[in-house]
């Protein structure tokens, strides 16, 4: 199948100070002409409240669309597909006590709309879950369609930053989310979206104790995403959709070291990379295995190292 159609999405956006406040007003417009409705309008407002000079309220608030992906628009829906629709407001306070330290903590509500609800699947949606078993389940979304589906996510992320300086040659990077995800389908019932991690951190670090050398580590932990069971056939429980065992809290350490040659035209950087220095392998959700009769989730490659050269002219 294929289809030709226009797609445009101008946007503009104007600032203003009035004494310790800053706002910013925007749009955009988006016009596509194979979706339900052509022309789509998505305001954004934001306002910065300055409190000191190392200190800040913000508060952000706007609408967002995205096209479903293409397969969907031309698969098996009898019906045109609305875009995705998310109505989000942030509310944020920023403190930078050192020139090269900020601190942001921001609190989050988003609302999603117009969904693509599986009709054959009534406890689903396709976005943000899509298809999980290409053997017993429909691919692709080439399913009948239609954009009732609906949820929320909200939460709390706190952000850290440290920004190199000659004076204290360490940067680094934080970041902590609390939050949750839900849904509802064509029946109407509210349950855990498949994106429904309850806790994400990140934690990045490095140090240049000269022009010459560069040693950093990456740290990441998050909570397991939800599953859903299977039944004694082999085939996925749609009726416990997202409510199986969640996948187990991962975590993993990345190190590296760079050393820099430098010459006259040109400079040779060598390094050493080692992802999951500890080897903690991240489990995937359960696939069946007709051989055993039994659910098996597989594992990712655990201990990785690496080396690498590169030249700067």
């Known amino acids: 199948t294929s289809f030709s159609a226009v797609k445009n999405s101008p946007d503009a956006s104007v600032t203003m100070g009035l004494g310790v406040f800053k706002f910013t007003l925007g749009g955009r417009m988006d016009y596509f002409g194979f979706t339900d409705g052509n022309l789509f309008l998505s305001p954004r407002f934001s306002a910065v409240y300055v409190l000191n000079p190392v200190s800040s309220l913000v508060f952000s608030a706007g609408r967002y669309y995205q096209s479903p992906s293409y397969v969907w628009l031309v698969g098996g829906s009898e019906t045109k597909l609305k875009p995705f629709r998310a109505d989000q407001i942030v509310f944020g306070y920023e403190h930078t006590p050192l020139e090269d330290v900020k601190v942001q903590i921001e609190g989050f509500y988003k609302w999603y709309s117009d ?52 004076s204290f040659p360490i940067y680094g990077l934080m970041t902590m989310t609390l939050s ?101 392998k991240y489990k995937s959700a359960p696939k069946w295995d007709s051989r055993t009769g039994a659910a098996k989730q597989s594992e990712s490659i655990g201990f990785l190292p690496s080396i690498g050269v590169s030249f700067e002219f």
């Open 115 to 166: 969904y693509p609800a599986r009709q054959y699947r009534p406890q689903a949606v396709l976005a943000p879950s899509g298809f999980d078993d290409l053997t017993y389940d429909i691919p692709y979304g080439l399913e009948p369609l239609e954009s009732t589906g609906k949820g929320y996510s909200r939460g709390v992320e706190l952000f850290i930053q440290k920004k190199f300086t000659n």
């Open 180 to 280: 949750e995800v839900r849904f509802k389908s064509i029946d109407g019932v509210e349950r855990t979206g498949s994106f429904d991690q309850r806790f994400i951190m990140n934690l990045a670090l490095g140090w240049r104790p000269s022009e010459l050398w560069e040693l950093s580590c990456k740290f990441r932990l998050s909570t397991g995403l939800p599953t859903t069971p299977f039944t004694s056939e082999g085939k996925l429980d749609f009726g416990r959709y997202n409510e199986g065992e969640r996948l187990p809290t991962y975590h993993s350490l990345d190190v590296r070291a760079d050393k820099r040659w430098n010459f006259d035209d040109f400079a040779l950087v060598t390094y050493i990379d080692i992802q999951n220095i500890y080897g903690n």
